[in-house]
């Protein structure tokens, strides 16, 4: 879709896949949190997936979840869910510490796995969870969702195409303002607490959907004295010298403004680029606006990822053509860098 009618420029399709009509599977979630609601939500309001089963620590909020999100079995631990011979997949969308000894289970049972992101919380973690997903040839994930929804699919054929001709900048910034004095997981160092891990992925993220991946990674920001990062600023380059900017916060709210800059135009999100849904394209020959034409919104675009992670498996694949694992550990590694590179406030 574009705005206005005598746009100069002809958007490709979205290659979204398909939330109904292809390839369904049984899914297991494991963790019981807002996002895990969520994502079940997304899946049986959208799409031909189902969760069929549901687990926590508790065998008392499993149930309360899978009463509350149409799930039909409820179990205590995650070693009880990857056992289940009605499960083909497996959602971890426990806390970031626990993303990737989660995966490990569900991989040693033979799922293939969808990994909330991060993906991991160092590199060391991410290739262990990466080797484990090639031995036991399974389709292993990240939860990136925003790169599923039709707002990245036609971007990146946008930029593929040459639209704003060499791509040279980008820059993301995601900040959202949290009182950590109140505790949560969010201050909760154990838990992986922080911007980086938990809001800064997505700038990363973004910037390296737009660059490619970075070969040098330079940072600044702070972090309190337990680990918990407060915020950051993140130069990239990739080996072409592309260069991005990724700056997150926990201290102060940003717009979330998105913008990928080429040697012949630019294109600048014009949502917070967490919930993409449409961009405005600049160059020489004018300027021109693609919204998402569908009706879904927010965290119900959590229902692309899983749509296609079936299909990804239907066709036999063992990691993601549009979010690779070689992705997923890169921007690991560009978050574990800048952990290290911050001074304590």
Same mark, same amino acid.
Request: aromatic share 6%; proline share 4%.
């Given at each position: 879709m574009t705005s206005p009618s005598s746009s100069p420029f002809a958007f490709p399709e979205s290659t979204a896949t398909p939330l109904r009509g292809g390839p369904?599977?049984?899914?297991?979630?494991?963790?019981?949190?807002?996002?895990?609601g969520d994502f079940t939500d997304?899946?049986?309001?959208?799409?031909?997936?189902?969760?069929?089963?549901? @687990? @926590?620590?508790?065998?008392?909020k499993a149930e309360r979840f899978a009463a509350s999100h149409g799930v039909a079995a409820a179990v205590e631990g995650q070693e009880a869910l990857v056992a289940l011979a009605e499960v083909d997949v497996v959602y971890v969308a426990t806390p970031h510490t626990s993303h990737v000894p989660d995966a490990l289970l569900a991989i040693a049972a033979?799922?293939?796995?969808?990994?909330?992101?991060?993906f991991a919380t160092t590199t060391e973690e991410a290739d262990r969870l990466i080797a484990a997903a090639r031995a036991a040839g399974v389709f292993v994930m990240e939860a990136m969702w925003t790169r599923y929804v039709p707002h990245s699919t036609v971007l990146a054929r946008l930029l593929a195409d040459g639209a704003i001709g060499d791509v040279r900048l980008a820059t993301a910034?995601?900040?959202?303002?949290?009182?950590? @004095?109140?505790?949560?997981?969010?201050?909760?160092?154990?838990?992986?607490?922080g911007a980086l891990l938990d809001i800064g992925v997505y700038a990363v993220w973004f910037a390296q959907f737009a660059i490619g991946r970075p070969v040098d990674v330079r940072a600044t920001g702070t972090t309190r004295a337990d680990g918990v990062d407060l915020e950051a600023a993140i130069a990239l380059r990739t080996a072409e010298g592309r260069v991005g900017a990724a700056v997150t916060s926990l201290l102060t709210t940003s717009p979330g403004l998105g913008t990928i800059s080429g040697s012949t135009g630019t294109v600048r999100?014009?949502?917070?680029?967490?919930?993409?849904?449409?961009?405005?394209? @600049?160059?020489?020959?004018?300027t021109a606006t693609w919204r998402d034409p569908s009706v879904l919104r927010g965290r119900d675009g959590l229902a692309y990822e899983a749509a296609a992670l079936a299909a990804f498996v239907a066709e036999g694949r063992t990691d993601s053509p549009l979010h690779s694992l070689a992705d997923a550990r890169s921007v690991t590694a560009v978050l574990e860098t800048t952990r290290a590179s911050l001074t304590v406030l």
């Amino acid at each position: 879709m574009t705005s206005p009618s005598s746009s100069p420029f002809a958007f490709p399709e979205s290659t979204a896949t398909p939330l109904r009509g292809g390839p369904a599977l049984r899914w297991g979630v494991v963790g019981t949190g807002e996002i895990a609601g969520d994502f079940t939500d997304a899946l049986h309001a959208h799409t031909d997936q189902r969760v069929v089963a549901v @687990s @926590s620590r508790t065998l008392d909020k499993a149930e309360r979840f899978a009463a509350s999100h149409g799930v039909a079995a409820a179990v205590e631990g995650q070693e009880a869910l990857v056992a289940l011979a009605e499960v083909d997949v497996v959602y971890v969308a426990t806390p970031h510490t626990s993303h990737v000894p989660d995966a490990l289970l569900a991989i040693a049972a033979g799922k293939h796995v969808l990994v909330e992101k991060p993906f991991a919380t160092t590199t060391e973690e991410a290739d262990r969870l990466i080797a484990a997903a090639r031995a036991a040839g399974v389709f292993v994930m990240e939860a990136m969702w925003t790169r599923y929804v039709p707002h990245s699919t036609v971007l990146a054929r946008l930029l593929a195409d040459g639209a704003i001709g060499d791509v040279r900048l980008a820059t993301a910034d995601v900040a959202w303002a949290n009182d950590l @004095s109140s505790g949560g997981r969010m201050a909760d160092p154990a838990l992986g607490g922080g911007a980086l891990l938990d809001i800064g992925v997505y700038a990363v993220w973004f910037a390296q959907f737009a660059i490619g991946r970075p070969v040098d990674v330079r940072a600044t920001g702070t972090t309190r004295a337990d680990g918990v990062d407060l915020e950051a600023a993140i130069a990239l380059r990739t080996a072409e010298g592309r260069v991005g900017a990724a700056v997150t916060s926990l201290l102060t709210t940003s717009p979330g403004l998105g913008t990928i800059s080429g040697s012949t135009g630019t294109v600048r999100m014009l949502e917070h680029l967490v919930f993409p849904a449409s961009f405005e394209v @600049s160059t020489a020959a004018g300027t021109a606006t693609w919204r998402d034409p569908s009706v879904l919104r927010g965290r119900d675009g959590l229902a692309y990822e899983a749509a296609a992670l079936a299909a990804f498996v239907a066709e036999g694949r063992t990691d993601s053509p549009l979010h690779s694992l070689a992705d997923a550990r890169s921007v690991t590694a560009v978050l574990e860098t800048t952990r290290a590179s911050l001074t304590v406030l």
